[in-house]
């Protein structure tokens, strides 16, 4: 597979090449330079197959021999190993939920196999990943990397500004898993992971890696359940299917945009925002104007400069698909509340995230049209919120329940890299 540099198209990368890097100079991304497509009849064989046989042959399309069928298909099985199912909400909408796996989001699939892709491409490198968190990516990063061998992960978070809830998800794995509660807030907490990559000889004793959110294998694992939720459907349901993305850094509607180019027969999809609306408001006007970010009830949504539209623009001019032509629509913090109560009136338990994309949804759908929106986020992750608008108590999924009762494992730092630094030295295999 190839890759080449949205900022500089000379540079061009393999895959594993990518999946280590993560971005290219400039802090361009990597876009493939081969869009795969399948036929109709291929795409009716392909859906047939189960979820992780299918999702290997997809991203083998994309990634071509750098990575053998056997160990793909090893790969993606490691990766997904829970389901994506889709659940009928009403006549003519349903969703795709995708958090059934072990941080409870969509950031699984993505952040699972970019794990396991990782390892692969590394061979026996040892790696030591080091991320900083506001709470659900290092979460699902933690999760990801578990137990892999030749691999360490240390996770910064700001003490006391994650819900409690969320520390106890990552901070009670150990093994492999190091988490620093930093004395400070998230910013700080980056800008540690920043001067470390900014310092040469600590980044080659250790291995530095990061495991950012733009690299390409999160995205390619992405692209596998649009197809698993279109195998799911009826073929009445598939004739006009639309699909509402709640978006924030654009990652799922790129990845939902491949599936299409791959030949996927999407009719429409929307990209979904809360009041952070810099994509709608450029889709209305042509003019590129974000706004300060401001905070909303679906907070992992609360992004003003999404950093996959250059990607996005990238599938539409290559596919020569007019970017006019792409629904969307911005929701409030009110309309919101009244989508999830609207849904739970339908016996639909749902959070804010989701809730936006079927507000917008809802909104759009024209008569014969089948919708399908993604849940992104289990409604218990953002347990306070939703108890909070739909006045009910929320019970915790297992994945919840099993660690509330655990010893925090993490250590305490104050804002000092050279305190990190020595840390991180320390460490050992
Ligand atoms: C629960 C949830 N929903 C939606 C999104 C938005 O996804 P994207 O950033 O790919 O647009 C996020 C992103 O972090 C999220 O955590």
């Known amino acids: 597979m190839k890759l080449y540099n949205l900022k500089d198209h000379t540079e061009q990368v393999s895959f594993a090449q990518a999946v280590q890097q993560g971005l290219g100079k400039n802090q361009g991304l990597f876009f493939p330079q081969l869009l795969?497509?399948?036929?109709?009849?291929?795409?009716?064989?392909?859906?047939?197959?189960?979820?992780?046989?299918?999702?290997?042959?997809?991203?083998?399309?994309?990634?071509?021999?750098?990575?053998?069928?056997?160990?793909?298909?090893?790969?993606?099985?490691?990766?997904?190993?829970?389901?994506?199912?889709?659940?009928?909400?009403?006549?003519?909408?349903?969703?795709?939920?995708?958090?059934?796996?072990?941080?409870?989001?969509?950031?699984?699939?993505g952040g699972r196999f970019m794990a396991q892709a990782l390892v692969q491409v590394a061979a026996d490198k040892q790696i030591?990943?080091?991320?900083?968190?506001?709470?659900?990516?290092?979460?699902?990063?933690?999760?990801?990397?578990?137990?892999?061998?030749?691999?360490?992960?240390?996770i910064l978070y700001p003490e006391g500004k994650i819900s409690p809830l969320q520390e106890k998800l990552f901070c009670t794995l150990g093994d492999n898993i190091h988490t620093i509660a930093i004395k400070s807030d998230f910013d700080a907490c980056q800008s540690l992971v920043k001067q470390a990559f900014d310092d040469e000889e600590l980044k080659t004793k250790i291995g530095l890696n990061s495991a950012n959110s733009i690299n390409i294998s999160r995205l390619l694992a992405q692209i596998c359940y649009y197809f698993e939720a279109y195998a799911q459907l009826t073929p009445k349901q598939r004739e006009q299917l639309v699909i509402s993305v709640p978006s924030g850094n654009f990652g799922d509607l790129t990845a939902g945009l491949l599936?299409?180019?791959?030949?996927?027969?999407?009719?429409?999809?929307?990209?979904?925002?809360?009041?952070?609306?810099?994509?709608?408001?450029?889709?209305?006007t042509g003019k590129w104007q974000p706004h300060q970010t401001v905070a909303t009830l679906s907070n992992a949504m609360d992004v003003s400069q999404p950093n996959n539209?250059?990607?996005?623009?990238?599938?539409?001019?290559?596919?020569?698909?007019?970017?006019?032509?792409?629904?969307?629509?911005?929701?409030s913090d009110d309309e919101t509340k009244v989508a999830v109560q609207e849904l739970d009136?339908?016996?639909?338990?749902?959070?804010?995230?989701?809730?936006?994309?079927?507000?917008?949804?809802?909104?759009?759908?024209?008569?014969?049209?089948?919708?399908?929106?993604?849940?992104?986020?289990?409604?218990?992750?953002?347990?306070?919120?939703?108890?909070?608008?739909?006045?009910?108590?929320?019970?915790?999924?297992?994945?919840?329940?099993?660690?509330?009762?655990?010893?925090?494992?993490?250590?305490?730092?104050p804002n000092d890299f050279a305190q990190l630094r020595d840390f991180l030295l320390a460490l050992h295999w």
């Open 36 to 109: 795969p497509k399948f036929t109709a009849s291929e795409i009716d064989s392909l859906l047939k197959l189960d979820f992780v046989t299918r999702s290997a042959k997809i991203l083998s399309a994309f990634i071509g021999n750098e990575i053998n069928d056997d160990d793909l298909l090893r790969l993606v099985g490691n990766a997904f190993q829970f389901p994506a199912p889709v659940k009928a909400v009403t006549d003519d909408i349903g969703t795709l939920e995708l958090y059934h796996g072990p941080t409870l989001a969509f950031k699984d699939f």
């Open 128 to 154: 030591t990943i080091l991320t900083a968190t506001s709470g659900d990516t290092g979460a699902a990063v933690a999760h990801a990397f578990y137990h892999l061998p030749n691999i360490r992960v240390v």
């Open 259 to 284: 599936a299409k180019t791959m030949g996927l027969p999407i009719k429409r999809f929307i990209a979904a925002t809360n009041a952070n609306d810099t994509v709608p408001r450029y889709l209305d």
């Open 309 to 331: 539209w250059p990607r996005i623009e990238e599938i539409y001019r290559r596919e020569s698909w007019v970017l006019s032509s792409l629904a969307h629509g911005a929701v």
């Open 345 to 413: 009136a339908q016996g639909y338990l749902s959070e804010p995230h989701g809730a936006i994309a079927y507000r917008v949804l809802r909104d759009q759908l024209q008569d014969g049209e089948y919708g399908l929106f993604l849940g992104t986020a289990h409604p218990a992750k953002f347990k306070e919120v939703v108890e909070a608008i739909l006045h009910k108590t929320i019970p915790l999924p297992e994945a919840l329940a099993a660690r509330e009762n655990m010893t925090l494992l993490s250590h305490h730092m």
